[in-house]
């Protein structure tokens, strides 16, 4: 009996989806081809992370207010710029901490709200309250995380053994962490141990009783040794010409050249020289002092292209800079890249022992060969579904392939295992897997 008599006997299965395939085995394949293109093309462009994109939209705030007890800075900094944050459309929750010369307010937006236009919002309403804040506070500073010190998906080391600790403070200040900083996804960068150069004023309490002056009276020279500030316009026919008073002095020679009085200089009552910021942290790598980064990144941002450019941005510096050591001391990416990796492994092996049991049981190298082809293919497919739809490759996706393996692996037995049947009754293979395949097909 032939195909078309065994088909004749079966109208329904001659004219169902399947049969499609199986009449045209050329457009089974064609297609096959194109999801395996497919799935390689989603597996180059897919995102690869930790745990799905469930971060809210956290927008923080930061305020420095040199020598402010906490009270203070609660009543006159954090309860402003919380009140202004608040009437942002969208924040669901605000919380903040008033601690010693700092000040932060972190919100919490809609998953709605994009991450960029709240950061913007939140700049904007500072800046409107900024008139009521006090004048010593300085610019409070957005960034588009939770600001959590303990969140630091990186932290780096500096080390320059030809540098003192000044220059290495102004070296990370003014081009390490600005470029750092420019990295895609890094909201902002917490230091840890650097000590930027300063000019530092010793005061003689002998001299400056001898000539009657105060502290106050230094602290107002000095204040007034770097002023840049509008003096007016001068008019000259049709040109107008803005007027600026400038007394920059930025050198310990400058600053005790300036006069306290009509008889006094600086350099008189004090000693000017340079000096460093004051130690308030400290950060030692190999047991040698160092100065500490820790990178924070943006909320919804991704862990692992946040530390690849930064892998990146470090080889720059060490190429531009040859006398600064940076080494990377933690890197939460390294657990990410491994529990995936390792959850890769255990899909490849699993696949490997499924189609082994299947030929030791079938005995049958054609038999094997249909779930080592399907196996791959429907795992091809959904990492294109995956990338289509706009979700990534974590570790709970990477789980769901691995469980949907093995029901891929039963639908393929079963199948194979009914068009068996069909052929031992007697029917020609290709009728037989019209008529196994159509018998099961909304089974599996």
Do not use: C
């Amino acid at each position: 009996m032939s195909d078309e008599e065994d088909l004749a006997k079966a109208p329904r299965a001659k004219s169902s989806f399947i049969a499609l395939f199986i009449r045209r085995p050329i457009l089974a394949m064609v297609i096959n081809l194109l999801i395996i293109i497919a799935g390689l093309a989603a597996l180059m462009g897919v995102e690869v992370r930790e745990l799905p994109d469930v971060d809210q939209p956290v927008v923080s705030v930061r305020a420095f207010y040199p020598g402010a007890a906490p009270e203070t800075i609660d009543a006159e900094v954090t309860a402003i710029i919380e009140n202004a944050v608040a009437q942002i459309d969208g924040v669901t929750s605000i919380s903040s901490s008033s601690n010693y010369q700092s000040s932060q307010v972190t919100a919490e937006f809609s998953p709605r709200i994009d991450i960029n236009i709240a950061a913007t919002d939140v700049k904007n309403a500072v800046n409107n309250v900024r008139g009521r804040l006090p004048e010593a506070l300085e610019d409070p500073t957005v960034s588009k995380s939770s600001g959590d010190a303990g969140s630091a998906v990186m932290r780096i080391v500096a080390t320059a053994p030809s540098m003192s600790q000044g220059e290495l403070g102004e070296l990370i200040e003014r081009i390490v962490m600005p470029r750092l900083q420019a990295v895609e996804g890094v909201a902002s960068i917490d230091n840890y141990g650097v000590r930027k150069r300063t000019i530092r004023v010793r005061m003689s309490p002998v001299e400056m009783a001898a000539r009657g002056l105060t502290v106050e009276d230094v602290i107002r020279v000095v204040r007034t040794a770097n002023v840049s500030a509008p003096s007016g316009t001068l008019r000259s026919g049709s040109q107008d010409s803005l007027l600026r008073a400038e007394a920059p002095a930025q050198t310990p020679e400058a600053i005790a050249a300036l006069r306290v009085n009509s008889e006094t200089q600086l350099a008189d009552i004090a000693v000017v020289e340079w000096g460093v910021e004051q130690e308030t942290t400290m950060a030692r790598f190999n047991n040698k002092p160092a100065a500490g980064m820790g990178i924070q990144r943006q909320a919804q941002s991704n862990a692992v292209k946040v530390a690849d450019g930064v892998y990146e941005a470090l080889d720059e510096l060490k190429g531009s800079i040859p006398a600064l050591d940076l080494a990377v001391s933690t890197d939460d990416s390294i657990f990410i890249r491994r529990a995936i990796e390792e959850v890769l492994v255990s899909l490849g092996l699993s696949v490997l022992i499924v189609i082994v049991v299947i030929f030791l049981f079938l005995r049958s190298f054609r038999q094997t060969l249909i779930p080592a082809i399907a196996i791959p293919v429907s795992l091809l497919g959904a990492v294109a579904a995956i990338w289509l739809v706009g979700f990534s490759v974590n570790i709970l996706t990477l789980m769901a392939l691995l469980m949907a393996t093995g029901l891929v692996v039963d639908d393929a037995i079963v199948v194979t295992e009914n068009i068996q049947r069909w052929k031992h009754m007697g029917i020609k293979p290709r009728a037989a897997a019209l008529l196994g395949s159509r018998e099961i097909v909304f089974a599996v």
